[in-house]
C-alpha cells in the first residue's frame, strides 16, 4: 500500500511537472483530489468587483454544469465574494463561509450542486489581489462526505507547491492591467491608462488618461513625455521607469499623487521582462502606468467593511447585493435565498454596524472610505 508520503512526493513531482506543461494540469488535478478526499476540482479565478470568473484547468467537472455555472448560477454561489478575501496559501472550507444548513436552503445548492452529487468543498486562493484571486478548489462529493479536518492538512500539504507551479507556469497573470494591455479594450478599463517607451515618451494613452492630460492637474504632457505635478511623485516616476527599462524591475509600490481633490495612485507595470515583455514589443513600451483614485494595496471597501465589523460570508453578500437591489423579496431573488434568511442576515447587518434601515446601509458602503496611509 502506498503511503502518504509517497502520494504526495508523486503528486508533488506531477505539479511541477504540469508548470512547464499546461496539458499535465488535469492530471494533477486528479491526483490533488484522490490526495485530499475529493472526487472533482479546478484551478479558477475570480474577480469579487466584476462578477466574473473563468475556470483554466478542471477535473471531473460535467461540461453542462460548468456551462450553466457561468450562465446563471455564479452570481448565486453563496461563498463568494467572502472566499476572495482569505490571504493566499490559506485553507478554507464551504463551511467556513456559510453554514451547511444555510447551504442545503440555497438555489445554488438546491439546482447546482445537489444534482451532481456535490456536498462540500475546500478551496485556497493560490495568488490574490484587493479584488480577485485564482484559487484551487476540491470539491467533496456524497460518498466522499463533509469534508473533515483531515482533508484540509493534506490540502495544506499540496497548496505551497501549487502556488510556486502557478507561479513558475504563469498560469494566472495577476495583473489584470497586463491582460488588458494585450488587448483593444484599455479604453473600457476604468483606470487611466499610459504606456510609456524610454526616459517616459508617451506611446499610448486610453480615454480616461487623455481627459486627466487635458486637466493637467495631477499628469501632463510636455514635448510627447509623461510628468507628474508632484516633484517627488515625478522622481518615483523616474526611477520606476529608469528599472524598468533596465530590464530588471518587477512591479512596485504605488506611487502617491496628493492633490487638493483628493489622493490618486500611479502603478507601474514593466513590460520588460517575463511574459509582459511580448507586450512591451508590441508597443515599443517598457512600462505601463496605472493611475486610479484607489491603492491596490488597499482592501475595497466591502472587504474593509466585513474586517471592521467582522461580517460572515452570507453577511457580505447581502450587504454586497445592497448596492444593487432593495427589499427583502428582490434579495432573496438575487441571492438564491429564502425570505427568512435575508430578514436574519438583515437584522444581524443592523445590529453590528448600528444602522436600521437598508437605506443606511447603503450609504455605509458607499460612502466607506479605508484609513489613508502616509
Known amino acids: ?23 499535465l ?9 484522490l490526495f485530499v478526499g475529493g472526487s472533482s476540482g479546478n ?14 484547468h478542471l477535473f471531473n467537472e460535467e461540461p ?8 446563471k448560477y455564479l452570481p448565486l454561489n453563496p461563498v463568494f465574494p467572502a472566499a476572495t478575501f482569505f490571504e493566499a496559501g490559506v485553507v478554507y472550507g464551504t463551511a467556513d463561509l ?38 484551487l478548489a476540491v470539491r467533496m462529493h456524497e460518498k466522499d462526505g463533509l469534508a473533515d479536518p483531515d482533508d484540509r492538512r493534506r490540502l495544506g500539504l499540496i497548496v505551497p507547491h501549487f502556488q510556486r507551479a502557478v507561479s513558475i507556469g504563469r498560469l494566472f497573470d495577476q495583473s489584470k492591467a497586463a491582460r488588458a494591455v494585450l488587448t483593444e479594450t484599455l479604453d473600457n478599463v476604468s483606470a487611466a491608462v499610459f504606456l510609456l517607451g524610454a526616459n517616459g515618451r508617451l506611446i499610448f494613452t486610453n480615454a480616461p488618461g487623455r481627459l486627466m492630460l487635458d486637466e493637467a492637474a495631477l499628469l501632463a504632457e510636455r514635448n510627447g513625455m509623461l510628468f507628474v505635478s508632484a516633484p517627488d511623485a515625478q522622481r518615483a516616476l523616474r526611477d520606476a521607469l529608469a528599472a524598468a527599462e533596465s530590464g530588471n ?3 512596485g509600490d504605488a506611487i502617491l499623487l496628493a492633490t487638493p481633490q483628493g489622493r490618486w495612485f500611479a502603478n507601474v507595470l514593466p513590460l520588460t521582462s517575463g511574459d509582459r515583455q511580448r ?22 471597501p466591502l472587504h474593509a467593511l466585513a474586517k471592521l465589523y467582522k461580517l460572515t460570508a452570507s453577511e457580505i453578500r447581502v450587504l454586497d447585493a445592497l448596492g444593487r437591489v432593495s427589499g427583502v423579496k428582490a434579495l432573496a431573488d438575487v441571492l438564491g435565498l429564502t425570505q427568512a434568511t435575508v430578514k436574519t442576515h438583515l437584522h444581524n447587518l443592523f445590529r453590528k454596524t448600528g444602522t436600521a434601515r437598508q437605506s443606511e446601509l447603503v450609504k455605509l458602503l458607499v460612502g466607506f ?6
Not at 25 to 33: D, F, G, N, T, V
Not at 109 to 135: F, H
Not at 369 to 374: I, Q
Open 249 to 251: 524591475a518587477v512591479p
Open 1 to 23: 500500500m502506498t503511503s502518504e508520503a509517497e502520494s504526495l512526493s508523486e503528486l508533488i513531482g506531477l505539479v511541477y511537472d504540469a508548470a512547464l506543461d499546461s496539458a
Open 64 to 71: 453542462h454544469y460548468t456551462k450553466l455555472y457561468f450562465e
Open 369 to 374: 472610505e479605508t484609513p489613508s496611509r502616509e
Open 279 to 300: 507586450t512591451g514589443m508590441l508597443h515599443s513600451a517598457v512600462a505601463a502606468v496605472f493611475v486610479g483614485k484607489t491603492s491596490p494595496a488597499d482592501p475595497p
Open 98 to 135: 456559510v453554514p451547511f444548513e444555510e447551504m442545503v436552503e440555497t438555489t445554488f445548492y438546491q439546482e447546482w450542486m445537489k444534482p451532481q452529487g456535490i456536498l462540500d468543498g475546500l478551496g485556497a486562493n493560490l495568488e490574490k489581489s484587493a479584488t480577485s484571486a485564482s484559487v
Open 25 to 33: 494540469w488535469p492530471r494533477a488535478l486528479e491526483q490533488a483530489c
Open 43 to 56: 484551478l479558477f479565478w475570480h474577480d469579487a468587483a466584476t462578477e466574473q470568473s473563468a475556470v483554466l
